[in-house]
């Protein structure tokens, strides 16, 4: 059974870092790009950052860039997402994604076939 689950979400304050991971079960993400996604309350999704098979290639989304960082290790089956400069607006339910491809690029916007459920991230004074 393929599975992807999130961890290290919590509560921090505005400034604040925090790191967030991803963890494959049931299958190797070896030949998968994986994206990562967050959903604030009355907010449609979007999209935050993306990572090719083999970590060459990322792409971040514009209200992120230059604070957060994406970065992975498939010797454990694992994708962070680096977390700095927090500010209230990145309150959100953080969701990660896989992709099996192996294009040298990856793309937020193409469709990924597994999703995890999502760990909560609250950015609070």
């Known amino acids: 059974q393929k599975q992807l689950v999130e961890s290290g979400g919590g509560s921090v304050e505005p400034g604040g870092s925090l790191i967030i991971s991803c963890t494959a079960s049931g299958f190797a993400l070896t030949y998968y790009a994986i994206g990562w996604f967050r959903q604030a309350p009355g907010k449609d999704r979007e999209a935050v950052s993306c990572i090719n098979y083999d970590g060459g290639h990322t792409d971040y989304g514009a209200a992120v860039k230059g604070r957060f960082t994406i970065s992975r290790d498939n010797a454990t089956n694992t994708v962070y997402l680096q977390m700095n400069s927090l500010n209230i607006e990145d309150t959100a339910v953080y969701y990660c994604?896989?992709?099996?491809?192996?294009?040298?690029?990856?793309?937020?916007?193409?469709?990924?076939?597994?999703w995890g459920r999502g760990t909560q991230v609250t950015v609070s004074s």
């Open positions: 994604a896989a992709a099996h491809t192996w294009q040298t690029r990856c793309y937020m916007l193409r469709k990924y076939d597994y």
